[in-house]
């Protein structure tokens, strides 16, 4: 192979860094109408007056729309598979505001002074409501955030919104209670995740235009354009067949853009004034108006042999879904179908718990999906139980942890907001990554600390995870290759490139069973109207499954390009061989080139192009280890961390350089998660933390080395042997600190993210007693 398991550069690398037009505000029409939005100023509350009339009479303001303009049909915008399994239980505007920087109302004007002039005269009269700030606290509150009739789930979640419940879900194997008398050693736990902000360098951006066909097309900032679209018809009442959505370039997404955001209201604009349209959310809007990951409380109960054999395993997870309930159950259920099959060989394992409403932020999806969490809990008290056990953290895990031809009942019982697909791990090469790892961190010679000054520890911990690659019989990918004449080739794919490189990539498989370069391989990626259905970047899903339509339209394309040449070599089609530029048959040769061109302007003339779709019926799921190497000031509490050694088997990376810096991106995301990033809101129920001056994440400074390795892994159902990589880097980074940082100074933070102050505290309390 030429082209697979190589750093081949991005595709639009060179483009984007030149600062050519890319980016959904590039393309947005030069006199577009600017559209801002109204957000509520409280956390709860009953809109009880709107005056738009000093906003309207000002010249250039061209619509002022509130709740009374739009009828009351409940959506939800989590860009998921339809029907989705997260509630409909929002409207593009209504007379209920449920978390500080929800839209009251929305203008649009012809420039961004005169919309900023409107919004300072909208006069709204609130009728402030008591909110729901404390997740604990949220089921059977008093409140209830969600009263409207209107409000459904569109299959059974375990919705019940007047006890603020968006989502619950119970599943046992075995039965935990018995399993746990029997164990020699239980510990119990409860550990806390923050909400988590994405901080993707392009803030949500949409632009909208009428097209001379009269149809309505947006340029969306988006991971799901397709979802987008149908969306939009449904909640707008606008036929799907007069709605176009093309996805530009994006400059980041870490599921942030999974949901839909300004789309609705830049849409009803242009629909109302014929006019194009855009909004650009400001950094303010994107932290107070754009999901956040879940925050979760899980209650964690192990219960082992004194020989180190893992019975049963209990955990319990509250999740706080915010205001709206967005990928609530989903989520929730990641936080235990991508982590608990990691310890295969417990008799009994349990899960359960609810997603709430609450006055906060709607959270969403976000890289991790709720793994993050799970892995967290899990794989911290996976090292208490070690050290009640007496036994070394990485003897106990290679003694109970999946390994290749295995499988876990959970596979079968947990998908995503539905049931679960069986499955055994074809290729899973975990236990190689956890010696590999054991030796390049140099384990063996930190463990468990180091004293290298009279106030310094170096100290080490690590964790191990596991992901998926696409939802089986959900995700679908699709592609279409054009021949072109000269020999050159167009991709058509649906798939949605967020700056993580899947044009590459998908580029790359083509051009790889082509036999062509990659400068023969032209990518147009998410266009509606244009590119074949694909739903979306998320999951973990686009080198997988849509990686797979990709191939198989390849050797489509590839099967009917030789078909050709035979006919014009005047030879059998299983004579034909083709070398990516030269068909050769009965001593003759025919060129591509030659033969496009025939085929487009001479003789038999016939256009050639291939679709593919991919549905998968398994997602088999990447593994990795991560080694947390840290240095710990024992006065302040303070920490660096001084490498992070990544062991990842992700099957065949297929663009090594690509592969890499999806795995460290996630890592560099989860430090960020585990020691600083937080979510806060004051007593009120204001967001605090709504600029990059008070929400810290990770720069080059706190970044001071990544290693990462690859494991030798062969996935037989993926495209020339691949699973997934984008979400698994992240799931490591909490638990592999949190054991460092005990094995260190041992303490034990089991809420995140771990500051210096949590560690000293900590220190200061085991002192005393």
């Known amino acids: 192979m030429k082209l697979i398991k190589q750093p081949i550069p991005s595709v639009d690398g060179k483009g984007l ?17 600017i559209v801002k939005v109204l957000r509520s100023p409280h956390p709860h509350a009953k809109i009880v ?70 919004l300072d005269v909208l006069e709204v009269e609130y009728d402030i409501l008591q909110p729901v700030l404390d997740f604990e606290q949220a089921i059977d509150h008093d409140v209830v955030l969600h009263p409207e009739d209107e409000v459904h789930e569109m299959f059974p979640i375990g919705y019940e919104p007047k006890r603020n419940i968006a989502a619950s879900y119970h599943m046992e194997v075995g039965d935990v209670e018995a399993e746990l008398k029997k164990c020699d050693v239980v510990i119990n736990e409860t550990f806390y995740t923050q909400a988590q902000m994405h901080a993707m360098m392009e803030p949500h ?85 754009s999901p956040t990951r879940h925050k979760m409380r899980i209650k964690m109960t192990l219960g082992a042999d004194k020989d180190g ?87 106990f895990r290679d003694n109970n942890m999946m390994k290749e031809g295995e499988t876990s009942p959970i596979f079968a019982i947990m998908g995503e907001g539905t049931e679960g697909t069986a499955m055994t791990m074809d290729s899973c090469k975990l236990e190689y990554c956890l010696h590999r790892g054991r030796e390049v961190s140099k384990w063996n010679e930190i463990y468990p600390y180091q004293q290298i000054s009279p106030t310094k520890r170096r100290a080490i911990g690590m964790a191990i995870a596991m992901q998926g690659s696409g939802i ?87 099967q009917m390009m030789i078909e050709e040449a035979a006919k014009r070599l005047d030879a059998d089609v299983d004579d034909v061989e083709f070398d990516g530029t030269m068909f050769i048959a009965n001593t003759q040769s025919l060129t591509i080139n030659e033969l496009a061109n025939r085929l487009y302007y001479n003789d038999d003339q016939r256009q050639l192009m291939a679709t593919s779709s991919y549905v998968g019926h398994k997602s088999p799921p990447p593994f990795m280890t991560g080694y947390a190497d840290i240095t710990i000031d024992i006065e302040t509490g303070e920490y660096d961390i001084n490498n992070y050694t990544s062991i990842v088997d992700c099957g065949t990376p297929l663009n090594t350089m690509l592969a890499r810096g999806q795995v460290e991106g996630g890592i560099v995301q989860g430090i960020g998660m585990a020691s600083y990033e937080d979510v806060k809101y004051s007593k009120s129920g204001r967001l605090i933390t709504n600029d990059f ?77």
């Not at 860094?17 to 109408?33: I, K, Q």
């Not at 159950?329 to 295969?344: D, I, Q």
């Not at 490189?501 to 244009?530: F, N, P, R």
């Open 49 to 118: 007056h709107i005056n738009t009339d000093k906003a309207l009479s000002i010249p250039g303001v061209e619509l002022v729309l509130t709740y009374k303009d739009f009828k009351r049909i409940p959506f939800t915008r989590a860009g998921q598979g339809y029907p989705e399994p997260s509630p409909h239980d929002k409207f593009v505007l209504d007379q209920y505001v449920r978390h500080v920087g929800d839209e009251v109302a929305c203008v649009a004007a012809k420039t961004e002074a005169l919309c900023d002039q409107a």
């Open 205 to 289: 951006t949409v632009n909208a235009r009428i097209d001379f066909q009269n149809r309505l097309v947006l340029y969306s900032a988006t991971q799901t354009p397709f979802h987008v679209r149908r969306i939009i018809s449904q909640t707008l009442e606008v036929p799907l067949s007069k709605i176009r959505v093309i996805k530009p370039r994006v400059g980041g997404g870490f599921g942030g853009k999974q949901s839909l955001h300004g789309e609705m209201l830049v849409s009803a604009v242009t629909l109302r004034t014929g006019k194009p349209a855009k909004m650009v959310y400001t950094r303010k809007e994107v932290f107070e108006a």
């Open 472 to 558: 089986p019989y959900i995700d679908m990918g699709s592609a279409t290759i054009k021949l072109n004449d000269d020999g050159f080739f167009n991709l058509l794919i649906g798939a949605t490139d967020i700056g993580q490189g899947s044009d590459t990539v998908l580029a790359q498989i083509a051009a790889e069973v082509l036999g062509c370069d990659m400068d023969h391989m032209i990518v147009y990626s998410s266009d509606s109207d244009l590119t074949p259905f694909d739903t979306g970047a998320y999951a973990s899903s686009t080198t997988y499954v849509s990686g797979n339509a990709v191939y198989k339209a390849a050797m489509k394309m590839k």
């Open 309 to 395: 054999t893992l019975r049963a395993i209990d955990c319990h997870v509250l999740s706080d879904t915010g205001a709206y309930g967005e990928h609530a159950l989903t989520v929730f259920m990641v936080a235990g179908s991508k982590v608990l099959p990691l310890y295969n060989k417990v008799n009994s394992v349990r899960f359960y718990g609810d997603v709430v409403y609450t006055n906060h932020n709607a959270a969403g999806a976000f890289r991790g999906y709720g793994a993050i969490q799970g892995n967290f809990a899990l794989e911290s008290a996976i090292d208490i139980l070690c050290e009640k056990l007496g036994i070394d953290p990485l003897e």
């Open 17 to 33: 860094m030149m600062g050519r037009p890319a980016y959904t505000d590039d393309l947005a029409e030069p006199n577009s109408l």
């Open 693 to 769: 001056v008070s929400y810290l994440i990770p720069t080059r400074h706190e970044i001071k080395n990544l290693t990462t390795e690859f494991a030798e892994s062969y996935e037989e159902t993926g495209p020339f042997g691949a699973k997934s990589v984008g979400e698994i880097g992240i799931d490591t980074p909490p638990a592999a600190i949190a054991n460092a940082i005990y094995n260190a100074v041992g303490v034990r933070i089991t809420e995140l993210p771990i500051t210096p102050e949590k560690i000293r505290l900590a220190m200061l309390r085991k002192d005393e007693q």
